[in-house]
């Protein structure tokens, strides 16, 4: 499928999709609107809390990483997990302050090669010391739940 260009400011992109065209208005339409429900006391919420859960995703990283035995080549793989776990969230924060469209998807690509990342050193993590792979598994991988 050919890719269209915008011929003014005013036309939203579109979105290609497994399902069809989705035009980017719609979908930032249905966003702010899910933004705007109210939890009971009047205020709106954030139905997802990207913020948060980037945050407490970075902080489970940082105490797994703790967890890890030091050693030379396990060193590097920490230095490695703790950078690109934390960014994920310290981009996601940059991405939300986003100037423009083209800034938060260029922001927002950043956060998923991140995320892509984090991964790939858990699994490397995981193949050096065998026995934390269930805890770096259900502790970072699951949210945390606050007492």
Known sequence: MKSQIPSSKSQAPKVSSSRGSVKYADVLQAAQRFNEESNGDGAPTRPFELEERTAQFGEA??????KIPRDPANDRLIGQLVGCGTSVGANYCEADERVSKKDFRNTIGRCV???????????????????????GRYKVGSPVTQP
């Open 113 to 135: 090669k991140e995320a892509k990342e984090t991964k790939y050193f858990l699994r490397l993590i995981a193949a050096a010391e065998p026995e934390l792979a269930d805890f």
């Open 61 to 66: 990283i940082v105490r797994f990483g703790k």
